[in-house]
């Protein structure tokens, strides 16, 4: 079975500074899409990048980009130049080729961004 | 409306009652998706369907019984729930049920069981 590991309850940051969110995964597939997620104080889960597991390149979407370390299973988000409202709860997630999309969540990591 | 929605997004209920949750996608996506999330616990995989079909039942009891009568709605219809099946569901879709697509997500429905 696939499990997650972010091990970053809460996490703080001063605005328009850069921050790391830690994400570990266990899976023995070799085949396997990572997703990251932000889920601020209304509820909704908003899509924020994407890294599949052949991907050579570092995935990048904006202010966000993933630091992909593949043999030690793991898939670092950051964020530069942070905004007041990127405080929020983010989740890593893994969903493996033979699930059905299934995604398998992290416990969540808050975020509060400083003025 | 664009993107998911659902209703009704905030929900008590006592645990003789039987009630339905609803989610509508407006995205043109094939799969949909329920999640539970509990407090202190990561979001957990209820339900899948693809192309209306079932495809995914993640060992849920058998109190949640979901509906997916066409690709752009899925029910979620409750009955003798236990206190601690509150929690906030939120449903999701996606084109196809890969591991590469991402998945969009509604508001969730706050579910309080009394």
């Given at each position: 079975a696939q499990k997650i590991t972010q091990t970053q309850p809460g996490m703080f940051v001063q605005e328009k500074e850069a921050v790391t969110l830690d994400c570990t995964y266990d899976t023995s597939d070799q085949s396997y899409g990572l997703f990251w997620y932000k889920q601020p104080s209304s509820g909704e889960m908003i899509f924020l990048i994407y890294q599949g597991s052949y991907d050579e390149q570092n995935a990048t979407e904006g202010r966000y980009s993933l630091n992909f370390q593949k043999a030690r299973k793991s898939t670092n988000l950051v964020i530069s130049?942070?905004?007041?409202?990127?405080s929020a709860m983010y989740f890593c997630a893994i969903s493996l080729v033979?699930?059905?999309?299934k995604l398998t969540f992290g416990q969540g990591t808050i975020l509060t961004v400083h003025p | 409306e664009t993107g998911v929605t659902q209703t009704p997004r905030h929900l008590v209920m006592g645990m003789t009652n039987k009630k339905s949750l609803k989610c509508e996608q407006h995205?043109?996506?094939?799969a949909m998706y329920w999640y539970k999330q509990s407090a202190k616990k990561p979001l957990e995989l209820m339900f899948v369907y693809s192309l209306e079909e079932r495809v995914e039942n993640n060992s849920v009891p058998s109190r949640f019984s979901p509906e997916c009568p066409n690709s752009s709605h899925l029910f979620l219809h409750l009955h003798?729930?236990?206190?601690?099946?509150s929690a906030l569901y939120l449903c999701a879709s996606s084109q196809?049920?890969?591991?590469?697509v991402e998945q969009y997500f509604g508001p969730g429905t706050r579910l309080t069981v009394t």
């Open positions: 130049a942070s905004q007041l409202g990127d033979t699930s059905y999309g | 995205l043109g996506h094939n003798t729930l236990q206190p601690e099946d196809a049920a890969g591991p590469a």
